[in-house]
C-alpha cells in the first residue's frame, strides 16, 4: 500500500470515531485483473485527489470496506481512469460486480442497489455529444448562435427528458426519485453552460444572451433540500448568469447606481476585484441570493479551491469572510489548517534559491535574452498566468516532469503574463507553489512581441494558455507548440530527442 493511502486509511479511521454510520461498499473484479480501483467523497462537492482512497483487493479480486458518513452523499466510484457517480447513504451497503475488460458495473445488489442501478443507468457523468473531441477538436465548436437551439439545446433536452422518464418509471423512493431528477435538470443546465463558455467562439453579447435565457427562469435555491454535486457546481452557471443578467441590465440603464444581484457599482466591483481578487464579487453574490446554508458550503468550497492552487489573495479575502459569518462551521478547523500550511509555505520558500527571478526581468524584450543565457542545456518554456485555470491544472504534473528528468541539462522557463499590479501576487504563487525554475513576467503589452518573435505566422494562436515551446543546447527554439506536462510520457519523448 502507497504512503499516502496508508495516511487516507489512518484519516477514515479517525473520521470514523466521530460517525455513528457508516456506508458498506463490496465487490469483485471478474477477471481479477490489474484494474485499480478508487473511491472519493468529496470533503464539500467538488472532487478533490487529495480525497482518493485506492481499494485493496484480495487474491480473488474481492474488496470490502466501510465508509463513515453521518449524512447522504454522492461519491466518485474509478475503474481505472473510468468514473462513476455512487449515492452513499447511511447505514446501507452496496455490492458491484465490475468487468474489468472494458471498465463496467455488471451488476448491483444490496440496500443501497436500486438508487445506484438507476444512476449508472443514466450515467449522469458521461461527456454530452455536443462536447465531444474528434482529432482533438470539439465537433460543435463552429456551432453558431442561430444553429445552436436545434442542433444541441433540442436534442440534448431530449436526452434529459429520457433521463428523467427512467426515473420516473423506477421503483425509487419519492425522495431519491427527486434527488435524482434534480441531478439530471442542473446536469442539463451546466453543461450548456460550458459549452457556450468555453467550446464555441461567440460574441461577449451572444453567450450572454444565451446563458440568459438558459436560466431566467430557474431559482437560485435548490429544488430538493439536500442537493447534490450537481447543484452545486450549477452555483458558478448562476453566477455567470446574474453577471449576464446584471450588465445587460446595466448597458439599457447606465444611470444604475448599482449592479443587480451584487448591489455594488461597476467602480466598487472593480476595487474589490483588484484588492480581493474576483472570486470574492462570486462569494458576493452568493451570499446575497443563496440560502445560508447554501452559501456556507459554496465558500468553503472557494475556500479549499484557492488552497489548492496555492491562490493567497483571495484565499485571505475568502478566509476573512468566512470567520465572520460561519465561525462555528464544521469546516472551521479544516480550513484554518490550510491557512496555516500557506504561509509556512511561502515562508520556508522566500529565500529558495531553486526559484530564480530573472534580474530586471521587466526590461527584457526578446525571450532569447533569457534562453541564451542557458547555452549548453535544453530549455523548457512555459508561458502562462496566475488567472489562468488549465495553466494551474497543469502544474500538478510538474513534480513528476522535474523528477524524471532531476539529472538532465534540462532548465525549466517560467514566463507569466500578469497585470503589473500583481506582481507580488505573482510572486508569493511561484513560491508557495515551490515552483522551481527560472521565473519572469511581463503584462499583456509587452508579452506580444514574445508572441510574435515565437510564432511569427501563426497570430491566430498567439496569447494562448498554456503554451509549451522546447529550444536546444544551441539557443534555437526547436519545437513550437510542445506537448504539456499532462501529456507524460509524450512530453518526455519530445525532451529525450533534444537532451
Not at 475488460?101 to 445506484?116: D, E, K, M, Q
Not at 453552460?193 to 453579447?205: H, P
Given at each position: 500500500m502507497k504512503l499516502t493511502n496508508v495516511f487516507l486509511a489512518i484519516f477514515f479511521v479517525l473520521f470514523s470515531l466521530g460517525c455513528s454510520a457508516k456506508f458498506h461498499l463490496s465487490g469483485k473484479i471478474?477477471?481479477?485483473?490489474?484494474?485499480?480501483?478508487?473511491?472519493?467523497?468529496?470533503?464539500?462537492?467538488?472532487?478533490?485527489?487529495?480525497?482518493?482512497?485506492?481499494?485493496?483487493?484480495n487474491e480473488k479480486g474481492k474488496f470490502s470496506l466501510d465508509l463513515p458518513i453521518n449524512e447522504q452523499k454522492f461519491a466518485y466510484f474509478f475503474i481505472d481512469n473510468k468514473s462513476y457517480i455512487l449515492l452513499l447513504q447511511p447505514d446501507k451497503d452496496l455490492y458491484l460486480e465490475i468487468?474489468?475488460?472494458?471498465?463496467?458495473?455488471?451488476?448491483?445488489?444490496?440496500?443501497?442497489?436500486?438508487?445506484?442501478?438507476v444512476l449508472y443507468t443514466i450515467d449522469i457523468n458521461r461527456i454530452p455529444f455536443f462536447m465531444e473531441r474528434e482529432n482533438e477538436t470539439y465537433r460543435y465548436a463552429k456551432t453558431k448562435p442561430d444553429e445552436v437551439q436545434d442542433l444541441v439545446v433540442l436534442p440534448w433536452l431530449k436526452e434529459r427528458e429520457q433521463k428523467l422518464d427512467i426515473i420516473e418509471k423506477s421503483s425509487l423512493t419519492t425522495p431519491d426519485k427527486n434527488l435524482l431528477k434534480s441531478e439530471v435538470y442542473y446536469n442539463s443546465i451546466n453543461y450548456l453552460?460550458?459549452?457556450?463558455?468555453?467550446?464555441?467562439?461567440?460574441?461577449?453579447?451572444e453567450w450572454r444572451n444565451f446563458i440568459i435565457n438558459?436560466?431566467?427562469?430557474?431559482?437560485?435555491?435548490?429544488?430538493?433540500?439536500?442537493?447534490?454535486?450537481?447543484?452545486?457546481?450549477?452555483?458558478?452557471?448562476?453566477?455567470?448568469?446574474?453577471e449576464a443578467k446584471a450588465f445587460n441590465l446595466y448597458s439599457q440603464d447606465t444611470s444604475m447606481k448599482k449592479l443587480r444581484f451584487f448591489n455594488l457599482s461597476i467602480d466598487s466591483g472593480r476595487t474589490l476585484a483588484n484588492e480581493k481578487g474576483e472570486i470574492y464579487l462570486s462569494w458576493l453574490a452568493v451570499h446575497q441570493n443563496f440560502l445560508n446554508d447554501i452559501a456556507e458550503k459554496y465558500l468553503a468550497q472557494q475556500i479549499t479551491d484557492q488552497y489548492q492552487y496555492k491562490e493567497l489573495k483571495p484565499f485571505k479575502s475568502l478566509m476573512s469572510e468566512f470567520n465572520i459569518y460561519f465561525p462555528k462551521s464544521s469546516y472551521i478547523k479544516e480550513l484554518q489548517r490550510y491557512d496555516m500550511d500557506l504561509h509556512t509555505k511561502l515562508t520556508h520558500n522566500l529565500n529558495n534559491k531553486s526559484i530564480e527571478i530573472v534580474d530586471n526581468y521587466d526590461t527584457v524584450k526578446s525571450i532569447y535574452n533569457v534562453v541564451n543565457s542557458f547555452k549548453g542545456k535544453v530549455v523548457y518554456l512555459d508561458i502562462w498566468g496566475t488567472w489562468c485555470g488549465p495553466c494551474k491544472d497543469e502544474l500538478r504534473y510538474v513534480p513528476a516532469l522535474k523528477e524524471k528528468f532531476k539529472n538532465e541539462e534540462l532548465i525549466f522557463l517560467y514566463l507569466d503574463m500578469d497585470k503589473d499590479?500583481?506582481?507580488?501576487?505573482?510572486?508569493?504563487?511561484?513560491?508557495?507553489?515551490?515552483?522551481?525554475?527560472?521565473?519572469?513576467?511581463?503584462?499583456?503589452?509587452?508579452?506580444?512581441?514574445?508572441?510574435?518573435?515565437?510564432?511569427?505566422?501563426?497570430k491566430e494562436i498567439h496569447g494562448q494558455y498554456p503554451s509549451y515551446f522546447i529550444f536546444d543546447k544551441e539557443g534555437d527554439l526547436i519545437k513550437e507548440k510542445a506537448k504539456r506536462p499532462s501529456d507524460g510520457e509524450k512530453l518526455y519523448s519530445q525532451l529525450k530527442q533534444y537532451l
Open positions: 471478474r477477471q481479477n485483473s490489474s484494474v485499480i480501483l478508487k473511491v472519493n467523497i468529496p470533503t464539500i462537492y467538488t472532487l478533490n485527489e487529495a480525497n482518493n482512497l485506492i481499494i485493496t483487493l468487468d474489468d475488460t472494458n471498465r463496467t458495473i455488471l451488476t448491483f445488489t444490496g440496500s443501497a442497489a436500486p438508487v445506484n442501478q453552460s460550458d459549452f457556450v463558455r468555453a467550446i464555441v467562439r461567440w460574441k461577449q453579447s438558459l436560466c431566467d427562469s430557474t431559482s437560485a435555491n435548490p429544488i430538493v433540500d439536500n442537493p447534490g454535486i450537481q447543484y452545486y457546481i450549477f452555483i458558478d452557471k448562476y453566477i455567470s448568469y446574474m499590479a500583481k506582481d507580488k501576487e505573482w510572486q508569493d504563487f511561484i513560491r508557495i507553489n515551490e515552483m522551481t525554475g527560472v521565473h519572469l513576467r511581463m503584462n499583456n503589452e509587452k508579452i506580444k512581441a514574445i508572441w510574435q518573435e515565437l510564432l511569427p505566422n501563426q
